[in-house]
């Protein structure tokens, strides 16, 4: 139940008067109200009747995926033909769905972690760009919450919409700091212990919010175009159903999204509706106002936000409006994004030609769900009789029936010849057969294999063969490269550009996010300063397209041993720069956290003055030493760090310590080495400082090597992937 304070109307008031500044993070001229204008409220009044006989018409698409979510959710309707004594509904599609959900999103998010690629004009790349968009992926919650249920609803309703916002919340954080004593005068007083003291500050945390939108709440006009931005051109909208309480109603209106007016409405008109809901009557009028009632929430006001393109002083832009019901205009103002783009992102799972939006993936399937149903519940009937005997007797030869009691060690007093027992028929085996075979049929259209499922989906028990397997594995992957594609580039792609284009926006200072780096210099958190956007890089999502198998791995590693036994003479003075591959290589292979530290940069390999040692070593971080280093001058002043009050806290003199006992032993070896007489290059038997490697050397492929199947007996490379668990479609198993 939503309650409405007695003074809410007051208190909208008082903050209405006083609206929160919005500073450089929104341009005044986009906040003005234009609702109250007279050519502009005679076109939102046009708009609202146009809107609602939109909605009346997808009134028959609402219907059907509410059906199609009781299906999901496993929930018995009149869509089932038997009506027995037994309630089963077998969830054959709320698995295959779920199987999908994990699928996709394990291939959309890999486990390398890095989600990310930034293409510029000039080929540098911008890691602040890259570690800040990861930082906004994190935030969001795209992995755990977004993601699974955006993939959930698109299977039901075959749609993906997502709404976008910018999320700013404000709290006062406390902590405890140790500080030096000072006299009376201010000066450090040596002596006296260390006074702490508590700390507070306001901190402001602010990031993008992703929202999945269910496909019965939005409506897209004309219902024939093909993407929101052909629609909002062609003269149409984009509108959305909020369901919003007395609480979020007050923001709207100290925000300035909402006039006060109006919003004074609509809060008396939700007060009365909680003061009288013991009403039927009441209920019946609220609805025309834009008042909803739902059992777990209670009273909401049910409001349209609208974008479309207004005329407005002679010139057409979009607007974003707010509608409370009918003829009831809450605030209309120019769109807020600087982007001038409809904060949504919406693309069909499967396109049908001439509309906007796709069917839904359980439709195929629903009949074969409903027939599974009663199939089970025929079954248990079934199983039910099965269990109890049959007892048949002559009621003229057997005049005691009723004393004929089941019970332990009972006395019939009849003839044995004029009882007999039979058994009902085992009709339930029959029935599971059925079922088996609709769940086979299931997981066929909606494309999922039996391994999906954690066990065999197909009527057969007979255990497939390697060529089966391996046909299976191929149309799995097919599957899901189709499937992920389509949210890769109508959803994730077009998110990262809104992500930037709100930073742009929004944020005016400088944040630090966690960036993946290796020790030293390259520390874990990295300032980004605020971002331009449309100006030198292009962002795309990178994860599908990043999840490699072991097997393209090894096809990378054959490509590179190849590009390397390529003679200069043959390259007409182009040169092969192996870097870029030598990095792919290895942030595929070990992943993001340790190829920074295998695949060290020359830049990464300068080293560190020891002034910046000790301010990170005072920060808690770890510092290794540098071969280059002047040990002795290091060490002196790591030495003047200790005395400091930094450096006497126990976590940082221990760390400290530790690098000064690191450079003792760096000069130990610096001396070791210089008597030491001069040796060959370690690993290269019998070669030269610099020397490269020979072909056949231990430790280094062939020229052209490529792992290849077991022939004659002989030995694969470690690490290889046996022959007949190749994914190559073109290389079938033996």
């Not at 509410?66 to 959710?73: A, E, L, P, R, S």
């Not at 959305?240 to 999204?257: C, D, H, M, P, S």
């Not at 049929?441 to 999922?448: D, F, K, R, S, W």
């Not at 990095?583 to 990464?604: C, H, K, M, W, Y």
């Amino acid at each position: 139940m939503v309650k409405v304070r007695a003074d809410d109307l007051d208190d909208v008031a008082d903050d209405a008067d006083e609206p929160e500044s919005a500073g450089p993070e929104v341009d005044q001229d986009r906040k003005k109200d234009l609702s109250k204008r007279a050519g502009v409220r005679e076109q939102l009044t046009d708009l609202m009747d146009d809107i609602e006989d939109g909605f009346e018409t997808q009134a028959d698409r609402a219907d059907l995926n509410m059906d199609y979510w009781d299906v999901f959710n496993c929930e018995l309707t009149g869509k089932q033909f038997y009506n027995g004594n037994s309630q089963i509904f077998v969830p054959l599609v709320h698995d295959a769905v779920n199987a999908r959900k994990t699928r996709f999103t394990n291939q959309i998010f890999p486990q390398t972690g890095r989600y990310v690629e930034v293409v510029s004009a000039n080929g540098d790349i911008p890691n602040g760009h890259v570690a800040l968009l990861e930082d906004y992926v994190r935030k969001a919650k795209l992995r755990t919450k977004v993601m699974p249920a955006l993939v959930r609803n698109g299977d039901v309703e075959g749609q993906y919409t997502l709404f976008v916002s910018w999320q700013k919340t404000r709290r006062d954080v406390m902590w405890r700091d140790t500080k030096p004593p000072v006299d009376d005068d201010g000066t450090p007083n040596p002596v006296a212990e260390d006074v702490e003291d508590i700390e507070e500050k306001e901190v402001i945390s602010q990031h993008p919010c992703v929202e999945v939108i269910a496909d019965n709440d939005i409506l897209i006009l004309p219902q024939t175009a093909d993407t929101l931005e052909e629609a909002v051109a062609d003269g149409g909208s984009v509108t959305l159903i909020r369901r919003w309480g007395a609480g979020k109603i007050r923001q709207l209106i100290r925000e300035g999204t909402i006039r006060k007016d109006a919003g004074q409405g609509l809060l008396a008109r939700l007060n009365a509706a909680s003061a009288g809901d013991k009403d039927k009557t009441v209920k019946t009028k609220l609805d025309a106002a834009g008042i909803q009632y739902r059992d777990d929430c209670g009273y909401f006001a049910q409001i349209y936000q609208t974008w479309s393109i207004l005329k407005v002083a002679g010139k057409r832009m979009l607007c974003e409006i707010y509608y409370g019901g009918e003829n009831q205009i809450l605030g209309a103002r120019r769109n807020p994004l600087w982007s001038d783009r409809v904060p949504i992102l919406s693309v069909p799972v499967e396109k049908v030609a001439g509309v906007f939006k796709g069917t839904s993936k359980v439709k195929p399937v629903a009949d074969i769900q409903y027939f599974a149903n009663d199939a089970i519940n025929e079954a248990a009937d079934s199983a039910a009789y099965a269990l109890m005997p049959i007892v048949m007797t002559d009621p003229q030869k057997n005049p005691r029936v009723g004393s004929m009691v089941l019970s332990l060690a009972a006395v019939w007093e009849t003839s044995p010849q004029d009882t007999q027992f039979a058994q009902f028929n085992q009709l339930w085996e029959k029935g599971f057969e059925m079922v088996s075979a609709a769940k086979a049929q299931i997981a066929q259209t909606l494309g999922v294999s039996p391994a999906a499922i954690t066990s065999g989906g197909g009527a057969s028990k007979s255990k497939p063969s390697q060529a089966e397997v391996a046909q299976e594995q191929q149309v799995d992957i097919l599957t899901t490269a189709d499937a992920v594609t389509v949210l890769e580039e109508g959803i994730l792609t077009p998110l990262l550009e809104m992500f930037i284009e709100m930073d742009h926006q929004y944020r005016d200072k400088e944040v630090t996010v966690r960036s993946y780096g290796g020790m030293g210099e390259r520390v874990n958190m990295e300032p980004v300063e605020p971002i331009q956007f449309n100006t030198r890089y292009h962002y795309t999502w990178f994860g599908v397209e990043q999840a490699r198998s072991a097997q393209q791995v090894q096809q990378q590693i054959a490509g590179m041993n190849v590009l390397r036994g390529i003679p200069p003479e043959q390259m007409n003075g182009y040169q092969i720069n192996l870097v870029p591959v030598i990095n792919q290589l290895v942030s595929n292979t070990f992943g993001p956290r340790l190829a920074p530290l295998i695949f060290v940069s020359p830049e990464d390999q300068m080293p560190v003055p020891p002034d910046r040692e000790n301010a990170l070593l005072s920060s808690g971080f770890q510092v290794p030493t540098h071969p280059m280093d002047d040990d002795q001058h290091h060490i002196e002043t790591h030495a003047q760090l200790l005395q400091t009050p930094d450096g006497k806290k126990p976590p940082e003199a221990k760390k400290v310590q530790t690098h000064i006992w690191e450079h003792l032993q760096q000069i130990s070896k610096k001396q070791q080495s210089q008597m030491a007489p001069s040796q060959g290059a370690p690993g290269v038997p019998g070669g030269a400082v610099g020397q490269q490697p020979q072909p056949g050397v231990a430790g280094t492929p062939r020229i052209g090597a490529q792992p290849s199947g077991n022939i004659g007996g002989g030995q694969n490379p470690p690490g290889s992937i046996h022959h007949d668990q190749l994914d190559d479609p073109s290389v079938m198993p033996r």
